[in-house]
């Protein structure tokens, strides 16, 4: 009698957008529907033990990991009111994790380092602050790779995958949506096909009953999707999507489809 071993899957991995700088926590009407899909969102999850970031606001030229004991704030947006400088999010850092990672990452033959100044960019802080506001859950965060190239940031979540049988959630956070004229020029009113039609894509890239190759090869080529630089002119708000499908190796499903700033913004949960 052959005995099988089966990997117990305990990591949780979703893709969200994080909105427009600190104007969720600023209670922008804009973002009720974010807001209240980020407060309502750890009911849906088991209560992790760390959590990690993949951030859209951080690059580097090879990926580094935040290596702050307690990191500081990192207020990375400009022309606010004051009580955008004065956000804090206290959580510790996870020095044990970025170890790990670090270590994944040397074994998959990915140069790395670790920046022990950083502080949390509002990637982390924002969405974190209303999911977790006690700040009582260690974070670690992980840059992306300047240059942007979307099978890079694949291999980086293959990388990651001896996470999947901890307790851990992994959060990409960028925004599916992020052509900033957009928002704020004659298109962002009223409905908006080009970007319907790229939402429309990408539910169906990772949620798709299709083989993983298949998705990959998808998000490697995502500029043949519809309207794909209209949407993204520049992609690294899109690349988080790109290192947690890596990671998760199986498809998702939708957990946020509704409007931010006027536009239809998506999130993805692999659990």
């Not at 990637?123 to 979307?150: E, T, W």
């Not at 599916?176 to 890239?205: C, K, M, Y």
């Not at 209209?230 to 998760?248: D, I, K, N, S």
Request: one cysteine or more; hydrophobic letters at 40%.
């Amino acid at each position: 009698m052959t005995e099988q071993t089966e990997i117990t899957r305990k990591a949780q991995i979703v893709y969200f957008s994080h909105g427009g700088g600190p104007l969720p926590i600023l209670g922008d009407p804009g973002h009720k529907a974010m807001v209240e899909f980020m407060q309502q969102l750890p009911s849906q999850l088991r209560r992790p033990d760390s959590i990690l970031v993949i951030s859209a606001h951080w690059e580097e030229t090879v990926p580094t990991m935040l290596g702050a004991e307690n990191p500081p704030m990192f207020y990375d947006y400009y022309g606010f009111p004051d009580q955008a400088y004065r956000i804090t999010y206290p959580a510790p850092g996870d020095l044990k994790l970025v170890e790990r990672v670090t270590q994944m990452l040397q074994k998959n033959q990915i140069a790395t380092q670790i920046d022990p100044r950083r502080g949390y960019d509002h990637g982390v802080f924002i969405p974190l602050k209303m999911m977790y506001p006690q700040a009582d859950i260690p974070v670690a965060q992980l840059s992306l790779i300047r240059g942007l190239d979307p099978a890079a940031h694949i291999a980086l979540g293959k990388a990651l995958r001896d996470l999947l049988t901890e307790n851990i959630l992994v959060i990409g956070s960028g925004f599916s949506f992020h052509n900033q004229s957009a928002f704020f020029g004659r298109s962002g009113v009223g409905p908006d096909p080009r970007n319907e039609a790229f939402q429309d894509w990408l539910i169906e890239t990772c949620t798709s009953p299709i083989p993983q190759a298949d998705r990959e090869q998808r998000l490697i080529h995502w500029e043949e999707a519809p309207n794909a630089r209209y949407c993204h002119p520049r992609e690294e708000h899109l690349l988080p999507v790109h290192v947690t499908q890596g990671m998760a190796n199986e498809g998702a499903k939708v957990i946020f489809d509704d409007l931010i700033l006027g536009k239809r913004g998506i999130g993805f949960l692999w659990a």
